[in-house]
């Protein structure tokens, strides 16, 4: 957003006006709120003057890359339809702020971008962004141009090309906001996948949802893991508990510190693998094993296979 802002006039600071995010950690590994998203998001509007044509400038910078594994495990769903689904069931892990459904009439399928009641000033900006971002990433994972697609808007013509921002037909005065497509394509292949992939891939995505939904105590502990300490004592005492308190409130949760150092090692253990391509013996230095045996092991544990058979597929 604050490059696109930049091509539009609208200065950094600007775009970064009143949300608690300084030029400086954009280049960083800050985590920044929905909320400072959305707001901007609007500071990105309101300095464009509402110009249309902006949303799409910014979705077609998201690509599959940006949303981690969940992009990844969309390349290794087998048809088009596994990978929407897929994407909508673990959609609270991107960064959609509309709702997104999907609807198979006759011999057409639609994908729904809502533009509900919630941030109604923002509206036209979050549905063109959703639309450029989800048409990126169905040519992505189809490796080419989703046949007979077209784009259904319920805004009228405006001064920007859409359909040359798009690439795909635009009809105005919708009754929804949409892209279709022939239902045909739910049912073409995906040229990367690979089930045993995906299936890591979605203990990753579930692991990371229920990081988000989780209560107070695994959270907390969660995020000092992220931030590499796994020793039950040290953790404890970030959180100003006693160890054997620590391991209480963990099971009451359902969980212990093991389980959640596993899950911490093993999505950053994928990331590393899938995203990256770094060696075995590079993944294992990177997440504190004392050697590659010992990470292969841990990683049999949580996937069922070895490193080299994953990463051979």
């Known amino acids: 957003m604050v490059e696109v802002g930049a091509q539009h006039g609208v200065d950094t600071r600007e775009c970064l006006h009143s949300t608690g995010i300084s030029p400086e950690m954009l280049h960083g590994d800050s985590v920044v709120s929905g909320a400072?998203?959305?707001?901007?998001?609007?500071?990105?509007?309101?300095?464009?003057?509402?110009?249309?044509?902006?949303?799409?400038?910014?979705?077609?910078?998201?690509?599959?890359?940006?949303?981690g594994v969940w992009g990844f495990a969309l390349l290794t769903c087998p048809t088009v339809r596994g990978a929407v689904e897929f994407?909508?069931?673990?959609?609270?892990?991107?960064?959609?702020?509309?709702?997104?459904?999907?609807?198979?009439?006759?011999?057409?399928?639609q994908l729904i971008v809502d533009d509900g009641p919630d941030h109604e000033e923002l509206r036209p900006f979050l549905v063109e962004r959703e639309i450029a971002v989800t048409i990126g990433m169905l040519r992505t994972i189809l490796d080419e141009?989703?046949?007979?697609?077209?784009?259904e808007l319920r805004s009228s013509p405006t001064s920007v090309d859409y359909a040359q921002a798009l690439g795909a037909p635009v009809e105005f005065g919708a009754p929804h906001n949409a892209i279709v497509t022939d239902a045909a394509v739910l049912d073409l292949p995906l040229p990367q996948a690979d089930p045993l992939t995906r299936t890591a891939c979605e203990r990753a995505c579930r692991s990371l949802l229920l990081e988000r939904r989780s209560p107070?105590?695994?959270?907390?502990?969660?995020?000092?893991?992220?931030?590499?300490?796994?020793?039950?004592?040290?953790?404890?005492?970030?959180?100003?508990?006693?160890?054997?308190?620590?391991r209480r409130h963990?099971?009451?949760?359902?969980?212990?510190?093991?389980?959640?150092?596993?899950?911490?090692?093993r999505s950053r253990a994928i990331e590393l693998m899938a995203e990256?391509?770094?060696?075995?013996?590079?993944?294992a230095l990177r997440l504190g094993y004392a050697d590659a045996a010992t990470f292969i092991r841990a990683f049999?544990?949580?996937?069922?296979?070895?490193?080299a058979?994953?990463?051979?597929?």
Request: proline letters at 5%.
């Open 87 to 109: 994407g909508l069931s673990y959609l609270p892990l991107t960064y959609a702020v509309t709702g997104l459904s999907m609807r198979v009439r006759g011999d057409e399928a």
């Open 300 to 307: 049999r544990r949580w996937t069922g296979t070895t490193p």
């Open 36 to 67: 400072q998203e959305l707001a901007v998001a609007a500071n990105l509007v309101t300095g464009t003057g509402h110009a249309p044509g902006v949303g799409f400038a910014v979705g077609e910078r998201l690509s599959l890359r940006a949303y």
């Open 145 to 151: 141009p989703p046949p007979s697609m077209r784009v």
């Open 250 to 265: 963990l099971a009451e949760e359902g969980t212990s510190l093991r389980q959640l150092v596993d899950e911490a090692r």
């Open 276 to 283: 990256h391509r770094l060696s075995v013996e590079q993944v």
């Open 309 to 313: 058979a994953y990463t051979s597929r």
């Open 216 to 246: 107070r105590v695994v959270r907390n502990v969660r995020a000092i893991i992220a931030d590499g300490v796994t020793d039950g004592g040290l953790i404890a005492a970030h959180l100003h508990l006693s160890p054997r308190t620590l």
